[in-house]
């Protein structure tokens, strides 16, 4: 029998953002921004983590 090791090591919530989300999330608050969507700013800003 195998011990069992998690694939990943869960990373605290603290980190920053992965460069692809932070590009996503300034994206969506971009978009969000010219469209009036306050939403989509909304969930950009929370991909951020602001």
Do not use: F, Q
């Not at 996503?24 to 983590?49: C, D, F, H, Q, R």
């Amino acid at each position: 029998m195998k011990p069992e090791t998690p694939a990943e090591d869960p990373k605290p919530a603290t980190n920053p953002p992965s460069l692809k989300m932070r590009l996503m999330g300034e994206a969506m608050i971009e978009a969000g921004e010219k469209n009036n969507e306050p939403s989509m700013v909304k969930t950009g800003k929370k991909i951020l983590g602001l």
